[in-house]
T-cell receptor
Framework: GAVVSQHPSWVICKSGTSVKIECRSLDFQATTMFWYRQFPKQSLMLMATSNEGSKATYEQGVEKDKFLINHASLTLSTLTVTSAHPEDSSFYIC?????????????FGPGTRLTVL | GENVEQHPSTLSVQEGDSAVIKCTYSDSASNYFPWYKQELGKGPQLIIDIRSNVGEKKDQRIAVTLNKTAKHFSLHITETQPEDSAVYFCAASIGDNAGNMLTFGGGTRLMVKP
């Protein structure tokens, strides 16, 4: 149980294009999902908290107009990197919070490697 | 806010030996402490977690201990195997508050030499 999927697993795009990444909780409902960014050999950096049916909460320094988040259902959140540039190249990982049992257990997706040329 | 420090940043052990990774946290209100294992090119995988109402939890070769007074918790891996090689992250959170997120440590790269 508690499986989170991400699609695509990797994507290469040209500078200036937009890329959408999907995050799905496969066997549980997630009212809250999180989007992280990870650079090589570094820890996970929280970008935003995605709440079903409401606007996402972005961490300081993260441009909300560049990283569009939509959490349209209890099992799906999407991250769209708009007008991507080479500096946006990174490993993007989502997690979904399973509140079963009343605790803040997060399960992570497999990640999406974005390369912007 | 919460601050989590993790040590060591790299750890090399011989197969069969034990490995210990330590984390300290700053917010005494934190009560949920998960550990994640991340293999190269993959997302973090939850391997064990502990809540502040217990001092130790064990799952086969993996155990976690928590010292609330000192605000530190540790991951213990016994009889290490090459497949244990990965980056391990500790995290802290106020687990029963739906509005709180995880704060991660900097990670420990564990290398198990055959």
């Amino acid at each position: 149980g508690a499986v989170v999927s991400q699609h695509p697993s990797w994507v290469i795009c040209k500078s200036g294009t937009s890329v959408k990444i999907e995050c799905r909780s496969l066997d549980f409902q997630a009212t809250t999902m999180f989007w992280y960014r990870q650079f090589p050999k570094q820890s996970l950096m929280l970008m935003a908290t995605s709440n079903e049916g409401s606007k996402a909460t972005y961490e300081q320094g993260v441009e909300k107009d560049k990283f569009l988040i939509n959490h349209a259902s209890l099992t799906l959140s999407t991250l769209t990197v708009t007008s991507a540039h080479p500096e946006d190249s990174s490993f993007y990982i989502c997690s979904a919070r399973d509140l079963a049992g009343g605790f803040n257990t997060q399960y992570f997706g497999p990640g999406t490697r974005l390369t912007v040329l | 806010g919460e601050n989590v420090e993790q040590h060591p940043s790299t750890l090399s052990v011989q197969e069969g030996d034990s490995a210990v990774i330590k984390c300290t946290y700053s917010d005494s209100a934190s009560n949920y402490f998960p550990w994640y294992k991340q293999e190269l090119g993959k997302g973090p995988q939850l391997i064990i977690d502990i809540r502040s109402n217990v001092g130790e939890k064990k799952d086969q070769r993996i155990a976690v201990t928590l010292n609330k007074t000192a605000k530190h918790f540790s991951l213990h891996i016994t009889e290490t195997q090459p497949e244990d090689s990965a980056v391990y992250f500790c995290a802290a959170s106020i687990g029963d508050n739906a509005g709180n997120m995880l704060t991660f440590g900097g990670g420990t790269r564990l290398m198990v030499k055959p």
